[in-house]
């Protein structure tokens, strides 16, 4: 494909039918009401010149570019801010309109250096091609230094280490500062000064030291060179796009990866991508250079023992040998004793192919996903109360929401892309009800502030919710009709938590949320027309994270918040695909599309397929192999594209774990901390290289389409195929195409997706079958997946994981912006500029008392490890509260964190640690793992 | 036994007990039954069943009853 240049019609589109007929230039239109003139003539194939408008921003009408006549009408109005009316005749060419837009683009040269041809935006910039458009052919006012007062002297700011701002190019048009307001919502630009010495400021420092978030909006909405890519400078214009997603968070933007022959020279987002439409973060926009680091492996690796050195060898020596130590061990150990964990960041297609290789080659299932230890409750708990494991909308949707409830979740870091859409809409006037510990950004940024704050005590998540639905119950707020009409299990429920121990007032003391607030809060979402609850592992990584999300449910079902825009129940998923992990078949009790493995007609569609006969028994979770590796029944693991030693709890167990086992295969990019306890080491390739679909927490189907050819030489599906030949198993695909094919045709929710399809369509949401052969926006519409909504008893149940005197203060720990879960992908770009370390926030109560200082080292110590690092005093985590990241491996914040889990899932209770906190003295605080939990401190 | 010493399949088989505490035994009984039998690997089922038959201390009384289900199975 060629370079991609998508149609811009000025202004953003209007809802509404198009019953607004008009005449621009000779050609009838039709547009829905409160269209410009602009976005109009652009339907109708004429393209108004133009500089300030952009259909991404609301017009601002400065430029005055864009005039032209109207018939009727006075003098010549700028065709961006007015709306058409029925009946209007305009005329976009005339010598009027010309000579005027001539005269305009005579002004802004006239303050515009003219060096063209060695400018980085040659060929890419709109001020270029309105010079030509206009017809400009003489500047009567001299140009540059000639022309008299200028801004020519002004310095470029290169800090920021993405892109720069070289304010002599710039002409003012504010499309920067309005894409920061209104796409990205930061408000970090602002125009500064008046008349002639206006210029684009962000905050009146530079761009790297200003409240910037690097998003990229400003520079895709810049018309000029003024704020560009530097990797654009570097390596100049780029000469094709491919279409493709980021590798990133569950948001999954769609991306134009634009192209100079093999060289990606930048992500830009799509406008018809759905879930991003044309938004995107610093990660997906700008950190793409981990894919072409000098660390990444490039040939497969064997050693026989983990002291050895690694050595290098072929693909055919690499698959051989890996294949022939799992037959040895489970020769020797039995079937079971071999198992394989998939990955959240690779395609629907390569774990599919993981999960197969276990449960038809390996024959058992001892499959597990890295979902396992972020959203395997969100997987129980709609499963049981909705009954199917997926969020119930779709990205737009927030737009409808009238109260929008935010729950151990933190959108603007963890989701930026999709924290903006919200964002939009909370300054539209949606009410805001943040329930977290940690005062995230969402409580008060500009121009929002949450109605309320319920800063609740970590692990009281169950107390709260059903504090709330307590006060919908015996307020009389519940929806009545709703849930007589599409739920069952009411009345027990009613009975439940209609008891005095679930009031707002019984559970202040263990929460710490003030009951009048929470009744308040209560009240709020249950009188909305529109209430929706979005969520994180804030909710998941608890001991009670599935009991919190069939509390979520109830409280959904309760209020009739379920089934149509601006309502329901949204898992805001970590990576990528953490939910195409899931519907592939990823859990060790369930085939792909959730079925699971004891129903023998789901199992005999596969054996029928596939010639074998599958295991009907579940098989072990990523904590339950640790745990076998260690008492020795479980031999063999096999990672894809995880690092497992630093992002699993209890960092000593699992590298006991790890070291126990007699062969450990990584799948990775990179040699991980994992990769120090394996025995082979299996190259793996970027997105930018593979070839498939990833399924964003919207359920949006994507395609991810190479860019270049695998670096390694194979991708991921193809080597785990190999393997499973080489055990004897035939398993051979020509491409990912065909395993998306072999998908659809064995689960029914995905029955209708094709490469073929998605590439007509551009994405789909399952479930897409015959009965919704276009995909599937909003879940339970007409009827709950499972029939009727079912209410849950939610027994609110303290954590085991308790502070007391030798380890006073909760550790809670969640990820930033710039960095991404264990940063083996974001430390290998300039992202460190933002966060070059993982910092322990602490009150300064907490920190006085201690006698800790911003910027001091500090050790932090749990039951079962300690680890040091820096401290920075903030106030956004209540007293006995702290808060870190879990970026960096020289941290290793799972150093501390413990393996009480889930009690439905085992989903590891990251959130919540008891930890003390002291000044670091010597080496003796340096990280260290005591091997085993200590009883009784 | 303290709990911190308890296996880890004990623990968690007290994990699931205590979220059904609210319910009488038999019916409490009834979902951990359901809910292993759904979601754990054999080998952690035998490992269970083998903790009770050395004597049950530390598993939760509806947990105990809840092998017993699931053994009768």
Same mark, same amino acid.
């Given at each position: 494909m060629s370079l991609l240049k998508e149609p811009d019609y000025g202004t953003p589109q209007r809802e509404g039918a198009a019953t607004v007929e008009v005449t621009i230039d000779g050609m009838a239109v039709a547009v829905p009401p409160g269209t410009s003139v602009m976005r109009a003539a652009k339907h109708a194939g004429v393209d108004i010149p133009k500089l300030c408008a952009t259909d991404s921003l609301e017009a601002f009408g400065s430029c005055r570019l864009c005039v032209v006549e109207i018939d009727?009408?006075?003098?010549?109005? %700028?065709s961006c801010t007015t709306p058409v009316a029925p009946g209007m005749v305009v005329r976009t060419q005339t010598e009027k309109v010309a000579k005027l837009r001539r005269g305009v683009m005579e002004l802004y040269i006239s303050d515009h250096p003219l060096d063209c041809l060695t400018c980085s935006a040659n060929g890419d910039c709109e001020l270029q091609d309105m010079a030509g458009v206009t017809g400009l052919r003489e500047v009567r006012y001299g140009s540059g230094v000639d022309a008299g007062a200028n801004h020519m002297d002004l310095l470029k700011d290169t800090s920021n280490p993405y892109f720069d701002f070289e304010p002599s190019k710039c002409i003012a048009c504010s499309r920067c500062v309005r894409a920061c307001d209104e796409v990205q919502g930061t408000l970090a630009l602002t125009i500064e000064g008046?008349?002639?010495?206006?210029k684009v400021s962000p905050g009146g420092t530079d761009f790297l030291s200003s409240e910037c978030v690097s998003c990229g909006a400003c520079v895709q909405a810049c018309?000029?060179?003024?704020?560009?890519e530097k990797s654009v400078v570097e390596l100049g214009m780029p000469t094709r796009s491919v279409i493709t997603t980021c590798?990133?968070?569950?948001?999954?933007c769609s991306f134009?990866?634009?192209?100079?022959g093999d060289e990606l020279v930048r992500m830009v987002p799509y406008k018809d991508g759905g879930a991003n439409e044309g938004h995107s973060c610093v990660k997906g926009r700008f950190a793409f250079g981990y894919a072409s680091h000098p660390d990444r492996v490039m040939s497969p690796m064997v050693r026989d023992s983990i002291a050895d050195e690694w050595r290098q060898v072929s693909w055919e020596e690499a698959i051989g040998f890996t294949a022939r130590r799992l037959l040895e061990i489970q020769a020797e150990h039995g079937t079971g004793s071999i198992g394989a964990i998939t990955s959240s960041r690779c395609t629907n297609e390569e774990v599919y192919v993981v999960q197969k290789m276990v449960r %038809? %080659?390996?024959?058992?299932?001892?499959v597990d996903t890295c979902a396992r230890v972020c959203h395997s409750p969100t997987g129980y708990g709609l499963k049981q109360t909705f009954g199917t494991s997926a969020g119930t909308q779709d990205f737009k949707s927030v737009a409808k929401a009238d109260v929008i409830m935010v729950i151990g979740a933190n959108p603007t870091d963890g989701h930026p892309v999709f924290a903006s859409r919200m964002k939009r809409r909370l300054r539209q006037g949606a009410k805001l009800i943040v329930v977290d510990p940690r005062r995230i950004d969402l409580v008060r940024s500009p121009h929002i502030e949450a109605d309320f704050h319920l800063q609740l005590a970590p692990s009281t998540n169950v107390a709260v919710v059903n504090a709330m639905s307590h006060v919908i119950v015996t307020e009389g707020l519940a929806d009545r009709a709703f849930v007589e009409e599409r739920c069952e299990g009411f009345e027990e429920w009613e009975a439940f938590i209609s008891r005095p121990e679930h009031s707002p007032e019984a559970v202040e003391s263990i929460t710490g949320v003030p009951a009048a607030d929470l009744r308040a809060a209560a009240r709020l979402y249950a009188t909305a027309p529109n209430g929706a609850i979005y969520y994180g592992l804030g909710v998941t990584e608890h001991s009670q994270g599935s009991t919190m999300v069939m509390g979520m449910a109830n409280l959904s079902m309760l209020t009739g918040n379920i089934g149509r825009d601006g309502v329901g129940v949204n898992p805001l998923r970590g990576q990528n695909n953490v939910q195409g992990s899931c519907d592939m078949g990823s859990f060790p009790h369930e085939l792909p599309g959730y079925r699971h493995v004891s129903d023998e007609s789901v199992r005999d569609i596969y054996n029928e397929l596939w010639g074998v006969s599958l295991d009907d028994e579940p098989g072990l979770r990523i904590p339950n192999m640790f745990d076998s590796a260690i008492d020795g029944s479980f031999r063999a693991l096999f990672v894809q594209g995880e690092d497992i030693a630093q992002s699993d709890p209890n960092t000593s167990h699992v590298h006991a774990a790890l070291a126990a086992l007699d062969l450990l295969v990584v799948q990775d990019l990179f040699v991980n901390e994992t990769a120090k306890f394996a025995h082979v080491l299996l190259p793996g390739t970027s997105f930018l290289e593979k070839d498939g679909t990833f399924t964003n927490a919207e359920r949006r189907i994507n395609r991810v389409r190479p860019v270049m050819a695998p670096k390694t030489g194979k991708q991921e599906w193809q080597i785990v195929a190999e393997i499973a030949q080489a055990m004897g198993y035939p398993m051979h695909y020509d491409s990912a195409a065909q395993i998306m094919d072999e998908i659809a045709l064995t689960t029914p929710t995905f029955a209708g997706v094709s490469f073929g399809y998605l590439d007509e369509v551009g994405s789909v949401q399952w479930p897409c079958n015959a009965a919704a052969p276009e995909g599937t926006p909003i879940m339970h519409a007409d009827g709950f997946v499972r029939g009727k909504g079912r209410f849950v008893e939610t027994t609110y149940v303290p954590t085991a994981e308790r502070s007391n005197r030798k380890f006073p203060l909760i550790l809670t720990t969640g990820r930033i912006l710039s960095q991404y879960n264990v940063g083996a992908q974001t430390r290998r770009t300039a992202n460190v500029a933002w966060h070059p370390e993982d910092v322990l926030e602490l009150h300064p109560h907490d920190a006085e008392v201690r006698g800790i200082h911003d910027g001091d080292m500090v050790s932090l110590a749990s039951r079962v490890g300690q680890t040091m690092l820096r401290a920075q005093i903030a106030d956004r985590m209540p007293v006995g509260v702290c808060y870190t990241t879990f970026h960096h491996p020289v941290t290793g914040a799972n150093v501390v964190t413990t393996d009480q889990s889930d009690w439905a899932t085992n989903c590891p209770e990251y959130k919540v640690t008891a930890v003390q906190v002291a000044i670091a003295t010597a080496k003796a605080d340096a990280r260290s793992e005591r091997g085993e939990l200590v009883a009784g401190q | 036994m303290s709990s911190t010493t308890l296996p880890s399949f004990v623990r968690l088989a007290n994990d699931i007990a205590v979220q059904f505490a609210h319910r009488p035994v038999e019916e409490a009984a009834s979902e951990i039954a359901g809910h292993v039998r759904a979601f754990w690997d054999p080998r952690m089922r035998r490992d269970l069943y083998a903790f009770v038959e050395r004597g049950d201390e530390g598993l939760e009384p509806a947990a105990v009853r809840a092998v017993e289900i699931l053994r009768g199975a």
């Open positions: 009727g009408a006075r003098g010549t109005p %700028a008046r008349g002639f010495d206006s018309p000029t060179a003024t704020l560009q590798a990133y968070c569950g948001v999954g134009k990866a634009e192209m100079r %038809a %080659a390996f024959g058992n299932n001892n | -």
